[in-house]
């Protein structure tokens, strides 16, 4: 990527946020009337303000509507300023919303790419696994009363663990046009109401976490087999999968870099 | 209290919430202009569509705005209905919104008082202690950055337990003439970046758990001694007590009745 300002530094930063009031991590293009409420958008709209100069932010992971992060991976470039770099991290969560935070800060070199750099990326999908109501935890789970069979879980889990042709677990509308992944870990644990499905992989394509966990949760209610794994891989088949569950039990944990 | 509807049975109830979006338990009289939406009236409404008749629900501890519960109690009386009681819970619970649920009802005698009838009760407040936000736990907790120190907390906590006028822990307006309460327990623990304060006694004056948590919260920080606690009971001086903290930290765990 050139460099069109010779001044600027880039920068990679870790932000974490609550995606509850979010339409999602990136801006919508074209603007809109009322322009919706962005992770990009506020960051971006705060780093402008911080930094007195036009920023473009790029985050690693489009993350959707409601789903959350703790290590979301973002890079922009900036002019020196004013203020002290090591005191960048402060001005800037001052200025920002109660639900988002940039959690770490610092300069790199100037072709790092938050997309392109990514190598692994961790995801933690959770299940309110109870008859009772989730309550304060709907914000960040999925209600699922029906009892889960862990073992069955695990078993099914295990057999994503691999390089494959997921295009079997992604919306029909992921755009991509190779569908092979590596997904290096995936396990399902519970502990008291909470059941959490963690997947660990080299790349995700659209919906694919909550597909899924979709399958997984299935499979531990006993309305498909751990082995329906296997044919969802060896055939590509999006409707031998479960369904996409909802965005609010999604969070992006963290991304590696090159 | 005399029956005045012979075939009413008294029904003792359970109620779990997130106060977050609740303008607290009670219902606002005279009614307002457009109702503010309370645990109180959310519940009796449900009640009523559910058993077809004029309920009117009565609650243990009148939460305020912001705070939540998982174990409030109430009463009410109901004739016979159509619906058997073994389905009430459901009926109740499928009506009710995501942020509110009956965990429990059953029968029982004419007399029970859910208020009168009280005799221990127990509040947890927590603390978020870490500079990093709280973020989807800012609904729950109450950020605070500056070290804690568990040791002096319970110092001082402990000497909160027994037998005391509390008035020096209560907001002005308690409106209460017997301000002596006892103070079965009291301690602090932590969990990551959680501190759990718990306070279990037979009565509360208003504001008073928001006030010991904070007034162990400045005595945590250093900002008073331990000893504080044995002043303001003695002299029941508010002003020597911690600021009253944020509702949203505070949680009624559970009630006990004679």
């Known amino acids: 990527m050139p460099e069109c300002r010779p001044e600027a530094q880039r920068h990679r ?36 303000r911080v930094l007195r100069q036009p920023i473009i932010l790029v985050g690693a992971s489009r993350t959707d509507a409601g789903v959350h992060a703790r290590g979301q991976v973002g890079h922009f470039d900036a002019e020196p300023t004013a203020i002290p770099f090591e005191r960048w991290p402060q001005a800037i969560n001052d200025r920002l919303p109660d639900d988002v935070e940039v959690r770490d800060i610092e300069p790199t070199r100037p072709d790092f790419d938050a997309i392109g750099d990514a190598v692994t990326k961790r995801y933690r999908y959770l299940v309110f696994n109870a008859q009772r109501k989730p309550l304060a935890l709907r914000r960040t789970t999925y209600h699922f009363w029906h009892p889960l069979d862990l073992d069955r879980m695990n078993d099914a889990a295990a057999r994503l663990v691999g390089r494959h042709d997921v295009a079997g677990l992604a919306a029909a509308s992921h755009g991509r046009d190779n569908t092979v992944r590596t997904i290096h870990r995936c396990d399902v644990s519970r502990q008291d109401e909470i059941v959490a499905i963690a997947v660990e992989g080299d790349g ?11 399958t997984l949760v299935e499979v531990g209610r006993g309305k498909s087999e751990p082995s329906c794994i296997d044919q969802i891989l060896a055939t590509q088949d999006r409707r031998l999968a479960g369904p996409t569950l909802q965005p609010q039990g999604l969070c992006l944990e963290w991304i590696r870099h090159r």
Do not use: C, S
Request: net charge negative; charged share 20%; hydrophobic share 40%.
């Open 204 to 214: 995700f394509l659209y919906n694919m976490v909550r597909i899924i966990a979709g």
């Open 13 to 48: 930063l870790t932000i974490a946020y609550d995606g509850t009031d979010f339409h999602g991590w990136q801006k919508q293009e074209p603007p809109q009337v009322e322009p919706l409420r962005t992770v990009q958008g506020v960051v971006e709209d705060v780093l402008q």
